[in-house]
């Protein structure tokens, strides 16, 4: 076992009085980066006005913030490798509450699609958080640990969504972002006071043009995902993207390949565990995504069309916050059965409790409790995955390589909930019926959707069952030690 995860067993057994502190701060700094992706929620109609600008445009508030995010996500995971995962999760919580001031004080669609960008660039804090903690904590406390921290992007997004309705009625919407920057602020202090910085670093030379490369293919290839129903799927725009962002992956990747030092190592990516991981992750990020689709808008569809429940924003956020709560409480569950079975057993667990929210999510959809019961099924079932993913991933990259494992890991989600947001957006809008005049998505459209969902989790329950059988969860092979930085040498020496 290398230096890096045999160090916590050295201290003995049980957990020093810090690692609970670690573990609050860390899935606290998780929960905020959450809540900024779904503070912005309630306002989305509004902003036209609010901004003084168009739809088509104000839209760019929410698709920079994720342009943002996936650029950022692989880039600070491996700076985090190289130079220290504590220093560069502070920066990404720099960032984050820079964002929010520049958002708060905004009154026009520049500087709010500034400060969402920045907002955006926060997004590589959790795989951070699972690194560091992979680090710094005894090997006994990893496997609850890493699952509380995944999951509090679920819980961030769930408890956030009824906050930042409520505040966006009540008051006025520049107080939203207020919120977020003395939350980021917070959390802040807390990991500089708190967290510890991990000795374990790669070193070596930042892979410039690698970074350059993977950020223009996934802002190619996300421009033409989450754009193409607005410009058209046959566009030449949305055409002209998709070729790019295809030409441009295939030469980042042979590039990489011949690398000394890459920015993502393909081939450590390549091994099985890691490559169906991400697999199952794009598949599970597409099923998760769905539900945050169809939930909200059959809660506020009139009443009249006969499905709808005609329900305010409000409501929708207090409907869909137990699932957060669940979904807390299941990444304790996770984390015993990935100690018993294996992180294997748990995700395929997971995702076949996601797919049967979504089957019973088609025979019980017209009653808010019934939405409310879907909702907390298909959370556990995400406890599950959530804690399940980054066992997997951390059980087979070296201690080195963790902080960009783990990135890579949140972007192949991220991907997935692109997917789902492009291809569910089309089936809504061709299954429509007319209601007054206007088109509205038909029942039997989320019904669609719903099936897809359930579908792309027996998808990712399919992949996580060839991924190849892991020695324990976390554990790296003994004669894999992770190459270290030069202070680390020194302190050997």
Known sequence: MSDALARPAEAGSSAPPRSNAVVAVLALAGIVVSLMQTLVIPIIPELPKYLNASASNTAWAVTATLLAAAVATPVVGRLGDMFGKRRMLLTSIILLVTGSIVCALADSLVPMVIGRALQGLAAAVVPLGI?????????????????????????????????????????????????????????????????????????????????????????????????????????????????????????????????????????TTAKPQVLFTNLASIALGFSMFAMSLVLPQLLQLPTQTGYGLGKSMLMVGLVLAPQGLVMMAMSAVSARVTKAKGPKVTLM????????????????????????????????????????????????????????????????????????????????????????????????????????GAGSALLAFFLASLIPKARKAVEAPADQEPTPSPEVAEAKA
Not at 195 to 205: D, N
């Open 131 to 267: 690194s560091i903690m992979r680090d710094v904590l005894p090997s006994d406390r990893l496997a609850g640990s890493t699952a509380l921290m995944s999951a509090s992007l679920g819980v961030g997004g769930a408890l956030g969504l009824p906050s930042a309705a409520f505040i966006a009625d009540h008051y006025d919407w520049h107080l939203l972002f207020w919120v977020s920057a003395v939350l980021g602020a917070l959390s802040f202090l807390l990991v500089l006071l708190i967290v510890p910085e991990s000795k374990v670093r790669t070193g070596g030379r930042f892979d410039l043009v690698g970074s350059l490369g993977l950020s223009a293919g996934l802002i190619s290839l996300l421009l033409a995902i989450s754009k193409g129903s607005g410009w058209g799927w046959t566009s030449a725009t949305t055409l002209i993207l998709g070729i790019a962002a295809v030409s441009i992956l295939l030469s980042w990747g042979w590039y990489e390949l011949r690398s000394s030092q890459p920015l993502v190592d393909l081939r």
């Open 349 to 452: 667990i997971g995702a076949l409790i996601v797919a049967s929210g979504y089957a019973l999510n088609i025979l019980l959809m017209s009653e808010v409790w019934h939405l409310i019961l879907v909702s907390c099924i298909i959370g556990a079932g995400v406890g599950f995955t959530y804690g399940a993913l980054p066992a997997l991933i951390m059980g087979a990259v070296d201690p080195s390589q963790t902080g960009a494992a783990n990135s890579l890991n949140t972007l192949m989600r991220s991907l997935g909930t692109s997917f789902a947001s492009a291809i569910a957006g089309v089936i809504l809008a061709q299954m429509t019926t007319d209601f007054g005049g206007y088109a509205l998505p038909s029942e039997n459209g989320f019904k669609v959707v719903m099936a897809i």
